[in-house]
């Protein structure tokens, strides 16, 4: 998507060689019309898998799993990271680790939201080490609902995540793929 490549170029920093900064437009700040543009794009990419849900993991997915909701008439959910004092005993479960938090938590969605029924799409802001996208497959997987697929904004393809999802045989759909980068200096794939 040559508007978001333009936009990370633009306003995204390059911390070092594995970290960019785009909160000033997509995980802090965001962008309202770039987000739904973005959620338009997944809905096109997968417009013929009968999609009846969208998955995330709060918080930075969000945006992104609404706009696509949207766009497919669907609702979406997002895993929570955090048990809370109104949620039931009934969910389902993964240990993810974040890279950018560098800390490991349990995510949850409760079991009464996706069902064997459902088609799945997950949709996330960056796809590096996959972790994330991962514990999302196995809580779809754990619903017995089938996946259709994988949406990432940003992807970074110098890192293993990719091939995590591969592996387990996800398609996956990255709106904008980084093959390498480093401070002052970016290159898309």
């Known amino acids: 998507m040559k508007r978001l490549q333009d936009k990370i170029r633009q306003e995204g920093l390059i911390l070092s060689d594995k970290v960019l900064k785009v909160d000033s437009f997509l995980n802090h700040q965001v962008d309202t019309e770039l ?12 417009a013929g898998d009968g999609i009846t849900k969208v998955l995330t993991i709060e918080a930075s997915g969000i945006q992104f799993a609404m706009a696509t909701a949207i766009a497919l008439k669907v609702p979406f959910i997002y895993a929570k990271k955090k048990k809370t004092l109104t949620q039931g005993a009934h969910v389902y479960a993964a240990d993810v680790y974040s890279f950018t938090k560098e ?39 754990q619903s017995g609902a089938s996946l259709a697929g994988v ?39």
């Not at 987000?35 to 997968?46: P, S, Y």
């Not at 995590?164 to 401070?183: C, K």
């Open 151 to 189: 949406g990432c904004v940003i992807e970074k393809s110098f890192q293993e995540g990719r091939s995590l999802l591969e592996q387990r045989s996800i398609r996956i759909v990255s709106l904008a793929r980084i093959a390498s980068m480093s401070p002052g200096r970016i290159s898309f794939a």
């Open 103 to 141: 800390e490991a938590y349990r995510v949850t969605v409760d079991q009464s939201f996706l069902t064997p029924e459902d088609t799945v799409l997950i949709v996330d802001d960056f796809l590096a080490t996959g972790a994330a996208l991962v514990g999302l497959a196995d809580i779809v997987a």
């Open 35 to 46: 987000v739904l543009a973005i959620g338009e794009e997944f809905a096109a990419a997968f």
